[in-house]
Nanobody, 130 residues
């Protein structure tokens, strides 16, 4: 079992940058497939980015591709989301998610689906002002 705690959110101006962190407790973090999702007010939770257990495979939503970067540090049990060129429409609660997945590969459809992940953080608010 793993527990996830997000940090790094807050208020940022449009065009600015922010880095979110997700610290995982528990063992064998390197065997977990990790992802970020977000949920804006009145909208459904949506996929943002995901990363394979080694970090060699990454997946992004079209809306953030080229602006956001997901990475992980298995020695620190942490996954990051570097967000650049932020837009007001990026305002949302951001959630870290995890799935125990020792296999090296995963189909994109699975990686981008919220139902694949069975561990979730409580979320952290990101507000982008115009």
């Amino acid at each position: 079992q793993v527990q996830l705690v997000e940090s790094g959110g807050g208020l940022v101006q449009a065009g600015g940058s922010q880095r979110l962190s997700c610290a995982a407790s528990g063992r064998a973090f390197s065997n977990y497939f990790m992802a970020w999702f977000r949920q804006a007010p009145g909208k459904e939770r949506e996929f943002v980015a995901a990363i394979s257990r080694s970090g060699g495979g990454t997946y992004y939503a079209d809306s953030v591709k080229g602006r956001f970067t997901i990475s992980r540090d298995n020695a620190q049990n942490t996954v990051y989301l570097e967000m650049n060129s932020l837009k007001p429409e990026d305002t949302a609660v951001y959630y870290c998610a995890a799935k125990l997945w020792p296999a090296p590969a995963l189909g994109a459809d699975q990686a981008m689906g919220a139902q694949f992940y069975n561990y979730w953080g409580k979320g952290i608010q990101v507000n982008v002002s115009s």
